[in-house]
Every structure is written in structure tokens, then in C-alpha cells.
């Protein structure tokens, strides 16, 4: 796998200077072109993109051409075979560049026709394809950390820890909470993008903080989540403060960082849904490894039992329950109907391949 060093130091250059200077020229009249930004995964579950110039705003998905980039560098495909082709599946509102510019979520394809190795959208795609008469509905609660230019969690004492957990979940004071503002800007700009941001919340370490998306239908979800990180990633570069989506980012009696999966079928949601919900948990437990496998590198760190976690190894679900792999909400189990929600999947996970095996085991596996 390629990796990318984290330990890249920003300095006062790497940060965008947010000046008079700088909104002169963001101004700047675009005499009818269109900027669009191509955004795709690499092969570390980073993101890359490119910037691409239209002579008109695009109607659909299909007025977007498809367009490459030298995957030699990014370490999804050898040098002497180094095109990889990026075919649009999903545009947004571009919220940096204003007007009729767009954010572009992008597949990876091969000359040979077959999907990059890294593109994990399109197996998802079309298991979701296959079994859309259940619309499955997702939300997932997207947590993250954030880190300070020398890679230390934002705000906390250089060389030290602050005080224990307790006053920082949903905390509101100077001391409790660090950069707000980044959240706030984050938050407007996905909602600006046009992605279904459901909330956001401080969370039990700090520096660490949650939003969510959806629910969304299908495989929109995948997208829509990706596109909110590229949004995060891109406004923490503002402010010049680094995102990260490590599981553990610092061991010990700290909470870890997940990717709360929350899902429901047709059938959960309509009356004496529970029936369909409790026969999802026999069919997650019988599948719990093969699940495990694509719920987030380094995750047996965050999957301790302790911190709201449960085992990595055992499926165990349970109502009300923040210690079990699975948990069904009080209103769901009292109402008989709703949906259901797989803490095992770490903040690093991909969502394409999270939701993607949720309906293989749900619903059965598909020729793609
Ligand atoms: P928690 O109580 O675990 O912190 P959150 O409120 O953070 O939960 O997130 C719940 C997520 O579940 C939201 O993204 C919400 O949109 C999503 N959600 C709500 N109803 C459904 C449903 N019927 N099916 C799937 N997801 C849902
Ligand atoms: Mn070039
Ligand atoms: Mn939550
Ligand atoms: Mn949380
Ligand atoms: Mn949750």
C-alpha cells in the first residue's frame, strides 16, 4: 500500500493567506467559464484532485467529461502504464469558488476498461443496484481529529496531555472546545455543497469533533461522505490546521475516532420493521470478520472494549447499548420499526466499501 507521510510540517506559506489580496483576485469576473474541481481517492484512502475548465455549467452527471491523471503518482498505477481515468458520478456546489463552479466526485478506470484497484465505488454501486427495492437509507457519524502543524492534537499542551474526558463532549467554553471555527466554516460549506449534512457535535477527546450525512439513499451516501471530507480537508487548509481520520490517534485512556454506520431498509422503517432489523443482526454476526476486514485500518486499536467500543473479534448487539458492536436506538425497539446503528466502522473506513458490504450481507452477493 502507498503511504503518505503525515508528519509534513505547515508553515506560514503552505497556508492559504486569507487577504484582502487574495478575495481581489477570488472576485475576478470568469467571463462565462466554468471551474470544475475533479476529486477522487488514492490508493492511501487520501484524497487528490485536479482542476478542469468548462465553457458552460454542466445539467447533468453526463454533460461532465471524463478526464485522466498520472496515477504514477499517486501510487495507483505503474509508471509505464501511468494513464488512470476519472469518469464524474456526482457534482456539487462549489462552496470556495462561489458562482457556477462544482466539486466533482470521480471513479478511477483503467485503459483496460476494468475499475482501478482502489475504486471501491463501483462494486458498491452495483450491489446497491441490485438490491434498490429495499432503499436502503444511510447516516453516518463522521468523527475526526484535529491536529496542530506539528501533528499533536490542536490546542492541547505541547509535550503534555489537558485535563481527563468529561467536559469536552459537546462542550462549549474557551478550554473545552478547539477551533470552532473550522467546524462552523465546514458546516456551512457542506450545506452550501448541497451534501445532506444531518449535524455536528464536539466529541469525548479534545479536539475531536463529529458531523453526519444523511440519510442518504444508496450509494449516495459514499459520495456525499467523500465529498465532505475533501470539503473538511480543504477548509482545515485555510486555517491551516491538519484532519485526521486515525482511528487511535493518541492510545491510552483517550477516546478513539469512528465511523457510526447507521442503516434502515424499506421493511425497517414500514410497521413490525424490528422483525427485519433482528434478522439483519443474525446475518452481521455470521459475516462480523469479513466486515471487520474493510471497517477501517488500524481499528483493533480503537476496538478495545473500553470507550464505547466493543470487542473486535465477537458481534454482539444490544438496545441502548454503547458497548455492543451494533446498537438499536429505544425509540426503534419501542416503536417496532426503524433502523439500526454498526459502531464497529473506524473514521478511516470507506464508506463505498462500509455500506457496499452492509447490503452483500444483508441481501446476497452480485456478479459485477
Ligand atoms: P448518535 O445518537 O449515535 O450520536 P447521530 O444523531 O449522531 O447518532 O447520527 C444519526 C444518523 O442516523 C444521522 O446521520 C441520521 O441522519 C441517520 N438516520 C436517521 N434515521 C435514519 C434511518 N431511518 N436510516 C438510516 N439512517 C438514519
Ligand atoms: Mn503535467
Ligand atoms: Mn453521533
Ligand atoms: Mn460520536
Ligand atoms: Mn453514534
Known amino acids: 500500500m502507498y503511504s503518505v507521510a503525515d508528519n509534513f510540517q505547515a508553515t506560514e506559506s503552505t497556508v492559504i493567506s486569507n487577504t484582502a489580496t487574495l478575495q481581489k483576485y477570488l472576485q475576478l469576473d470568469q467571463k462565462g467559464s466554468v471551474i470544475a474541481e475533479y476529486v477522487w481517492?488514492?490508493?492511501?484512502?487520501?484524497?487528490?484532485?485536479?482542476?478542469k475548465t468548462l465553457t458552460e455549467?454542466?445539467?447533468?452527471?453526463?454533460d461532465l467529461p471524463e478526464w485522466n491523471f498520472d496515477g504514477s503518482s499517486t501510487g495507483q498505477a505503474p509508471g509505464d502504464n501511468s494513464d488512470v481515468y476519472l469518469r464524474p458520478v456526482a457534482f456539487f456546489a462549489d462552496p470556495f469558488r462561489l458562482g457556477d463552479n462544482i466539486l466533482v466526485m470521480a471513479e478511477c478506470w483503467m485503459?483496460?476498461?476494468?475499475?482501478?484497484?482502489y475504486n471501491f465505488r463501483h462494486d458498491a454501486a452495483v450491489i446497491m443496484k441490485a438490491h434498490e427495492s429495499h432503499v436502503f437509507w444511510f447516516g453516518l457519524e463522521q468523527e475526526y481529529t484535529m491536529l496542530g502543524a506539528d501533528g499533536w492534537p490542536y490546542g492541547w499542551p505541547k509535550n503534555g496531555f489537558p485535563a481527563p474526558q468529561g467536559p469536552y463532549y459537546c462542550g462549549v467554553g474557551t478550554g473545552k472546545v478547539m477551533r470552532r471555527d473550522i467546524v462552523e466554516s465546514h458546516y456551512k460549506a457542506c450545506l452550501y455543497a448541497g451534501i445532506n449534512i444531518s449535524g455536528t457535535n464536539a466529541e469525548v477527546m479534545p479536539a475531536q469533533w463529529e458531523y453526519q450525512v444523511g440519510p442518504c439513499v444508496g450509494i449516495e451516501l459514499g459520495d456525499q461522505l467523500w465529498m465532505s471530507r475533501f470539503i473538511l480537508q480543504r477548509?482545515?487548509?485555510?486555517?491551516g490546521t491538519k484532519i485526521t481520520f486515525a482511528p487511535k490517534p493518541i492510545p491510552g485512556d483517550w477516546n478513539g475516532a469512528g465511523l457510526h454506520t447507521n442503516v434502515s431498509t424499506k421493511e425497517m422503517r414500514a410497521d413490525g420493521g424490528m422483525k427485519h432489523i433482528e434478522a439483519a443482526m443474525e446475518k452481521l454476526a455470521e459475516r462480523h470478520k469479513v466486515h471487520m476486514e474493510v471497517y477501517g485500518e488500524d481499528n483493533d486499536q480503537?476496538?478495545?472494549g473500553a470507550h464505547e467500543t466493543a470487542s473486535f473479534d465477537k458481534f454482539s448487539w444490544g438496545v441502548a447499548n454503547r458497548g455492543a458492536s451494533v446498537r438499536v436506538n429505544r425509540a426503534c425497539a419501542e416503536e417496532g420499526k426503524g433502523y439500526f446503528e454498526d459502531r464497529r466502522p473506524a473514521s478511516?473506513?470507506?464508506?463505498y466499501q462500509v455500506t457496499g458490504m452492509i447490503v452483500e450481507t444483508l441481501c446476497g452477493k452480485v456478479k459485477g
Open 348 to 351: 478511516n473506513a470507506d464508506p
Open 57 to 62: 455549467k454542466p445539467k447533468s452527471i453526463d
Open 302 to 304: 480503537r476496538m478495545t
Open 41 to 51: 481517492i488514492d490508493a492511501s484512502g487520501g484524497l487528490r484532485s485536479k482542476c
Open 111 to 117: 485503459a483496460d476498461g476494468k475499475p482501478n484497484a
Open 235 to 239: 477548509v482545515a487548509e485555510d486555517f
